[in-house]
């Protein structure tokens, strides 16, 4: 089947000086239709970039450098700001992570929804105003007629939130790009959202890129998932492959460093990751991670950050390889004190 | 950094721009400062030395009469060429720079560290306090400038007295105004409450913290503030009331040669580049350092 | 006998609104006051870390603030041991200030971005007259390695520092004033999830090496699981349920509990299998 989207070798840059300021460095996922697809990675990792790149909405001085972006076959990258603009309408949509400054605050809700129909879809002002009605009560709602009026600033965050959901994908999109959707809503109206979004998924065969910084998040609603760091994919394969058999370090010390409920009461000290993620201007040779990876090695400082199969689905930055055949927990701390 | 760009990135996960700070442009002195900024402060401390210096570069006296010579053109021996009764041009415009920055430098200078205060403390206390003082900065601002200033000077007589005075009187309040509004963001931002959490005084919390950082944008308002007075000043000299002949002064050389307008327009005219070109140092100056990433940051 | 608590509060309530516009009046329209904190009681005692969980509007940091007094309280007691908060003033004040110090949610925001980080906290030695403060450089050394910090960041301004490092640094700052109370208002939200837990350490190590009494306030309730000894859960402003950190979240009693608990997403899905 052939993958919705396709990103491959993305590379994003910033500034003008020589050389430039890397953001994303030969970064590369897939989505197949109907698939939801998790970005996860901390500040730094490129993973915001990586899903403004799609719609080619990378704020200026940074630009895509190199790599494709190939949406259903086509390249978005070569599009004329016309077909762009047509993809952007009508093929995929974008929700951010802070619902209101994404909305425009002068206007009533229902009429910033009623311009993208009319303006996308062409509908009459009166039917516009009746279907914008309709898609805010598709998106949970409740009084949607008395709502629309409402604007922006009357709302809470979670139903801001829902009123973009509505915006991006009133004209149906086939791929919605969510960029941290929920990271500005509290714990009960997050789990709202992310219901929504299974049901518009389940509903219309929508796929979904869902950027995260919270693996609780993508580990409830995402099929596949890819982990950034540092400008770089480091590792992308199905999630539970991830939560269970992770093969790259990173993503293990991650998870090892994610706060869990079950701890309460426990006196464990979870392991955070010694150091900090690297900033725009270090330039690290070889693999990313290595500064800050327990089971680095010399040989680690020459090789590029390219992905290799581990099982055909599941790919790995990491050469080295330390959790190779299954190692539990314990083996691998053996074998990092070797 | 004004209070607004602390407000900065939206924590761990937000940046979809990243908020790294390059460390190789982490320059110290002046390499890393924005064009602007360098063309700006060039110019305006081109005229400042020069206006120091002039009677060392004044070619000739700015009352040196040469009946011989008079209305004639920009020449190798006058560059501005002369007036009406001799006198050389240029020489006269580098006296009169000398009195008008000083004066500009004083009348801008000396209100915004009181307006400045009084405006923090105005956005700090707030309640009565910050409802008397508006009330007050609100009416300083209302007030017609130039009809108070002439009042003054009505009153103290012409010349640079009147505006020293007068100007003073109201301009604090528009340094006030700002330091103000800023100060009500600034005393929500954390490091201000944590001021109070670490029992710092009001005074210090006031004084050590918070004005430093409501400078800046003072600062960059100054530079407009002064193009403003220079104008402010030429206009009264034009009309007679600044600082009285033989004394030169940029407006009412301007004046002078307002009616050989159509015959000897260097008269006029070349003065009136320099206040120009004050106008344009002062603005780029205003500009560059209003960019807001002044050693180069990535937004 | 039971030790005193180190911090009470009793009965707090602070509401937003209270006002009534001129319109208002003539109109004779009723705004109902916001209780942002209502009636909440609670204790913090010596060697403990208490959390404070709840959603948005759930009035925590609101309470947080009213105990250092950022905001004054409409009603209520709050006691440092033993010693009325809401009844001090100047000096007394400051002085009990300084025995509960708080950390902010914000690393951008919660340093002085015009300072260095030596000034800072030198200042807070100056001003509070703390032993050693005369020899600045130790002092600031000393103050940075409570937080794990190098004496290399000393002069550094925040914007030079990671968020991890600011939030550290606002801890030390805290710490330089010698407090027996620690008010930290979210201090990890903001923060990268491999930085935070080498932030919850910190904490812990707080707690178990220099006896310090810490009120976490936080919104995560994995976070509170990782560090808190008890928690305190408010809704709306109304404090719902309290016990010790296990035995609210293995067993909830109060709805809203049971619902924070059910919404929190959980990082092993359910649908894997094991």
């Known amino acids: ?338 | 950094m004004s209070a607004v760009d602390v407000l900065g990135a939206p924590g761990a996960a937000g940046g979809q721009v990243p908020a790294a700070i390059p460390r190789r442009s982490r320059t110290h002195g002046l390499r890393g400062l924005p064009l602007q900024v360098k063309i700006g402060g060039g110019i305006l401390a081109l005229l400042v030395i020069v206006a120091i210096l002039a009677p060392l570069l004044a070619p000739y006296g700015q009352n040196q009469l040469d009946f011989d010579h008079i209305l004639s053109g920009p020449s190798f021996s006058h560059p501005m060429g002369t007036d009406s009764t001799g006198r050389d041009i240029f020489s006269r415009t580098l006296y009169a720079l000398r009195v008008d920055l000083a004066i500009v430098v004083a009348v801008t200078y000396i209100p915004l560290p009181i307006g400045v205060l009084i405006g923090a403390m105005a956005g700090y206390f707030g309640g009565i306090v910050d409802a008397i003082v508006s009330r007050i900065i609100d009416t300083m601002i209302a007030f017609p400038f130039m009809v108070l200033v002439i009042a003054v000077i009505a009153i103290v007589g012409p010349g640079v007295k009147g505006v020293l005075i007068g100007v003073p009187i109201v301009a604090w309040a528009l340094y006030a105004r700002l330091a103000r509004s800023e100060m009500l963001v600034m005393r929500e931002q954390p490091f201000m409450l944590a001021t109070t959490a670490l029992g710092y005084t009001r005074r210090r919390a006031i004084l050590r913290h918070a004005v430093p950082n409501l400078m800046r944008s003072c600062l960059i308002y100054s530079t407009l503030d002064m193009v403003v007075n220079l104008l402010l000043l030429a206009s009264l000299a034009y009309l007679g009331l600044g600082a009285q002949p033989p004394n030169a002064e940029l407006g009412s050389i301007i004046a002078d040669g307002q009616s050989s307008l159509l015959s000897a327009w260097w008269v006029a005219t070349l003065p009136g580049f320099v206040v120009v070109l004050f106008g344009i140092g002062a603005g780029l100056l205003g500009d560059g350092l209003s960019d807001g990433r002044l050693r180069g940051e990535v937004q | 006998m039971t030790e005193q608590p180190l911090l009470s509060v009793r009965n707090v309530v602070k509401e937003f609104g209270l006002r009534r516009t001129v319109a208002e009046r003539v109109a004779r329209t009723h705004s109902e006051p916001h209780r942002a904190v209502d009636d909440v009681s609670l204790e913090l005692r010596r060697g403990e870390i208490l959390g404070l969980a709840g959603g948005s509007g759930s009035g925590k940091t609101t309470l947080a603030r009213c105990i250092v007094r950022l905001i004054e309280p409409d009603a209520g007691t709050i006691e440092l041991a033993g010693r009325d908060v809401r009844a001090a003033r100047g000096t007394e004040l400051r002085e009990l200030r300084r025995r509960m110090q708080m950390v902010f949610q914000d690393p951008y925001a919660s340093l002085n971005p015009r300072m260095t980080v030596a000034t800072a906290l030198l200042e807070v030695g100056r001003v509070h007259q703390r032993p050693g403060a005369e020899d600045g450089e130790q002092f600031v050394r000393d103050a940075l390695e409570r937080v794990h910090l190098g004496a290399g960041l000393a002069r550094r301004r925040p914007r030079e520092l990671s968020g991890g490092q600011r939030q550290r640094v606002a801890v030390a700052r805290a710490l330089a004033a010698g407090p027996e109370v620690l008010i930290a208002d979210e201090p990890v939200s903001a923060l990268d999830v491999s930085v935070q837990a080498q932030l919850l350490n910190l904490f812990l190590d707080l707690r178990d090496d220099l006896g310090v009494a810490i009120l976490f306030v936080a919104h995560q309730l994995a976070v509170i699981a990782e560090v808190a000894d008890r928690v305190a859960v408010m809704n709306r402003g109304r404090l719902v349920e309290e016990g010790e950190t296990a035995a609210v979240f293995g067993n909830p009693q109060d709805d809203y509990t049971k619902a924070l608990l059910a919404a929190h997403p959980h990082p092993r899905p359910a649908r894997m299998a094991s």
């Open chain 1, 1 to 338: 089947m052939n993958p919705l989207l396709r990103i491959e070798g993305l590379r994003v840059e910033f500034g003008s000086e020589d050389p430039p300021l890397v953001a994303v460095d030969g970064a590369g996922l897939t989505v197949q239709p109907g698939e939801v697809v998790g970005l996860i990675g901390e500040s730094g990792s490129g993973k915001s970039l990586t899903c403004r790149s799609v719609m080619r909405l990378i704020p200026r001085p940074g630009r895509v450098a190199a790599g494709s972006i190939e949406f259903d076959g086509r390249d978005v990258l070569a599009m004329s700001a016309d077909e762009l603009r047509e993809f952007r309408a009508h093929e995929a949509g974008m929700i951010y992570q802070d619902p209101f400054s994404s909305l425009n605050p002068v206007f009533r809700i229902r009429d910033q929804i009623a311009e993208t129909l009319r303006v996308n879809l062409d509908m009459s002002k009166s039917k516009a105003r009746a279907h914008a009605v309709e898609l805010l009560d598709g998106v949970g709602i409740p009084d949607p007629e008395r709502r629309a009026l409402a604007y922006p600033h009357e709302l809470s965050g979670g139903m801001r939130q829902r009123v973009m959901i509505a915006l991006a994908t009133a004209s149906r999109p086939r791929l919605l790009l969510a960029d941290e959707p929920t990271t500005a809503l509290d714990v009960t109206t997050q789990a709202q959202i992310l219901d929504l979004l299974m049901r518009l998924r389940t509903e219309r065969g929508m796929a979904v890129l869902l950027v995260s910084h919270d693996f609780g998040v993508i580990a409830q609603v995402c099929d596949r998932v890819a982990v950034m760091y540092g400008g770089h994919v480091v590792e992308m394969g199905p999630l539970e492959a991830l939560y269970n058999d992770a093969q790259h370090p990173y993503t293990r010390a991650l998870l090892e460093a994610v706060p869990q409920l079950e701890s309460a009461g426990h006196a464990t000290r979870r392991p955070g990751i010694a150091g900090v993620p690297p900033e725009l201007t270090d330039v690290l040779p070889g693999c990313v991670f290595k500064p800050r990876c327990r089971y680095a090695q010399p040989s680690c400082e020459a090789i590029s950050m390219e992905l290799a199969p581990v099982v055909p689905g599941h790919e790995t930055a990491c050469p080295v390889r330390p959790f190779a055949h299954s190692g539990t927990q314990s083996e691998t701390q053996a074998r990092a004190q070797a």
